[in-house]
């Protein structure tokens, strides 16, 4: 599918990652709908867009929750005619073991993962796939027209210490995309995942100059990537009409 004059929703779009990917679209002539939760951050992401491409629209919604989804995508069709492509982006963290114990007494707890940490996780990073995902296949569906859908996974679904809730949810997000393409070839919709390894987000940013050092020591190519790299991704996908059913590993070849 090309992406010139075609609408986009992207999820987690006023910022980092998704902000990157929504105007690596607008620059490539796509229409972006822009989804998240805080107002004036959506009315600057949208103005950054406008000027390379008009036709962009910007949508306050919590993905985690049903209604405000069904009404974004409802504002969407309106405002756009149809819709093409989702980007499901949108996702938190709230990291921590499942029982922390005292270093030099095992026995002695500190603390476990609260239900509160595992399931803000789950209802914005599965949840809040699984909705926005179900809402762009059903008007692409009635629309008739096909088209895409490119759910963010990491590699951190196979598994990742400190990360229940996470690596959970984020293979969720693989499986869902295998069962999706399945179920919506017959649409002309195809369904991929991009599972990033360490890039250059604001939550990258904020660690601690030593503990980013260890966990690069993990990566061979010896960096973090750049958001740009994912966008560029994002075009392959789209644009590569016989890829469905896969995640796509953008890592540097982290193994953790």
């Known amino acids: 599918m090309d992406i010139k004059n075609h609408t986009f929703v992207v999820t987690g779009a006023a910022q980092g990652l998704g902000f990157a990917i929504a105007s690596s679209i607008a620059d490539a002539g796509g229409r972006v709908a822009l989804i998240d939760l805080n107002d004036e951050a ?9 000027p390379h491409a008009k036709g962009h629209s910007w949508h306050n919604a919590n993905v985690s929750d049903e209604a405000s989804v069904v009404a974004a995508f409802e504002s969407i069709k309106k ?12 996702g938190i963290l709230r990291d921590g073991m499942l029982v922390k114990t005292h270093r030099d007494n095992p026995t002695d707890l500190i603390d476990t993962l609260s239900l509160a940490q595992w399931q803000a996780v789950i209802d914005v990073n599965l949840t809040g796939v699984f909705l926005c995902g179900r809402e762009a296949a059903k008007h692409m569906v009635q629309e008739g027209n096909g088209g895409v859908i490119i759910n963010l996974s990491s590699v951190s679904r196979a598994g990742n210490m ?18 999706w393409a399945k179920e919506l070839a017959k649409h002309n919709i ?19 100059p030593e503990a980013l050092e260890r966990m690069l020591k993990f990566v061979p190519l010896g960096r973090v990537g750049e958001v740009q790299e994912i966008a560029h991704t994002v075009h392959y ?11 796509l590993e953008i890592d540097g070849g982290l193994r953790l």
Request: aromatic residues 6%.
């Open 190 to 208: 195809r369904v991929a995942a991009i599972a990033p390894g360490v890039f250059g987000t604001d939550m990258v940013a904020s660690m601690k």
């Open 42 to 50: 959506l009315e600057k992401a949208h103005n950054a867009l406008t």
């Open 237 to 247: 996908l789209v644009e590569n009409d016989f890829f469905t059913g896969r995640v």
């Open 162 to 179: 400190g990360q229940s809730n996470y690596a959970a949810a984020k293979a969720g997000v693989a499986a869902l995309t295998v069962t």
């Open 79 to 90: 405002t756009h005619g149809s819709i093409h492509a989702l980007v499901n982006n949108a």
